[in-house]
């Protein structure tokens, strides 16, 4: 039985959501979560930076054999999809740049991964995550909830497709 170590990553500008889970068969355990709160304050570029910084000692951190990042989906709010798809693009080089393998899921794939039902809400998102991964406590905020969903979601995936492959 092969032996995964996730990185989740849902991405922001203003907080990107981190998640790590080791994944052994059809188990998974939490290893760590945590956000990056980026100040409105500082300039865009500053903010790009923080998060490609904090993703790359993520990484250096945890050694993740595997990441899995959150697709774009449709914004009404241009201005505030590009900033997130830039967020996305550091993130995605920084993991690209560590030489991780990159799974890419739709928050639909990974409500119907957590859930079993792709229009489940974040409480019960949230709800499933703490059983899944048998924590005391929900994972707060948000974010990092999601990003662990992604791992877990993302593990899932990743070995399905080289099982496949």
């Known amino acids: 039985m092969s032996f995964l170590r996730v990185l989740g990553v849902d991405p922001g500008y203003g907080r990107t ?9 059809g188990d998974a355990t939490w290893v760590w979560h945590s956000v990056i709160d980026t100040s409105p304050e500082s300039a865009f570029v500053e ?6 910084n904090d993703v790359r000692e993520a990484i ?5 054999t595997v990441a899995c990042v959150e697709s774009l989906f449709f914004q009404t709010n241009a201005k505030t999809a590009m900033k997130v798809g830039m967020a996305r693009g550091v993130i995605m080089l920084a993991l690209a740049d560590a030489g991780l393998p990159i799974v890419e899921v739709t928050p639909n794939q990974v409500k119907q991964g957590i859930a079993g039902w792709g229009n489940a809400d974040k409480k019960q998102v949230q709800a499933m995550v703490t059983r899944l991964l048998k924590l005391a406590n929900p994972p707060k905020p948000d974010d990092a909830a999601d990003a662990l969903a992604l791992a877990i979601v993302g593990g899932l995936v990743h070995r399905q497709s080289r099982s496949i492959g």
């Open 17 to 25: 959501g981190l998640g790590v889970v080791d994944v052994t068969g």
């Open 47 to 52: 903010r790009l930076a923080a998060v490609r």
């Open 60 to 64: 250096r951190r945890f050694s993740p």
